[in-house]
């Protein structure tokens, strides 16, 4: 199935936030308003098939050395077709071409499609900065089912 990675425009926040929404609904990707989507739409990168967007992918810099793989989803219907792959790839291209030694990471239910694009397992506690902004708030941080990984082929 042929896909472009590209970057999206503020008319597509709406199917971004749809895209997004069924995995808000089961818990497992932290929502997104439209504010945040809107002023943050240069960290996000979409992958198109014809005129419709399959998946989304954005980042979270928690500084210049540490940023955050987040609000990755990719369409049911479009599942196992490399989508996510594509979209980690172009994400990471990304940081490792405009920041210096960054660390990569992020908190996933799914770390074995994250070891397939080429990250590895690490203990939750080397990402302070995460645990005290999100988990706090989290319902889930004392039972947190999510595993850490970082990206390790720079
Ligand atoms: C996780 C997700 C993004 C994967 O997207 P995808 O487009 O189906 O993944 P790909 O087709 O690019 O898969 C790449 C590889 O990972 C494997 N893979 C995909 N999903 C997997 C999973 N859930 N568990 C283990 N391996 C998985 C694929 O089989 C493929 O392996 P291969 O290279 O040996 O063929 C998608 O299932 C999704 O959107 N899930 C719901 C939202 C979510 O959990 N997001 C992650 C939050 S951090």
């Known amino acids: 199935m042929k896909y472009i990675i ?11 936030q749809s895209i997004l ?3 808000v609904d089961d818990g497992v990707i932290l929502e997104r308003s439209r504010e945040d989507i809107e002023n943050n ?4 990168f979409i992958a198109k098939i014809k005129n419709n967007i399959a998946g989304v992918i954005s980042y979270y810099n928690y500084s210049d050395k ?3 793989i987040r609000s ?5 219907e479009y599942f196992k077709k490399g989508i996510g792959a594509a979209l980690v790839k172009a994400a990471v291209e990304i940081l490792l071409n ?5 660390k990569i990471f992020a908190l996933t239910y799914h770390p074995d499609f994250f070891k397939k694009c080429g990250f590895v397992e690490v203990l939750k506690d080397t ?6 902004k999100d988990c ?7 039972e947190c089912g999510e595993t850490s990984l970082i990206y390790s082929k720079q």
């Open 6 to 16: 590209g970057k999206p425009v503020p008319s597509e926040i709406e199917i971004i």
């Open 21 to 23: 929404k069924p995995y």
């Open 41 to 44: 739409i240069n960290k996000f």
């Open 66 to 68: 540490l940023i955050e």
């Open 72 to 76: 990755l989803a990719v369409k049911k």
């Open 98 to 102: 405009n920041y210096n030694n960054v």
């Open 127 to 132: 990402l302070p900065e995460k645990i005290w």
């Open 136 to 142: 706090r708030n989290c319902a889930h941080q004392f």
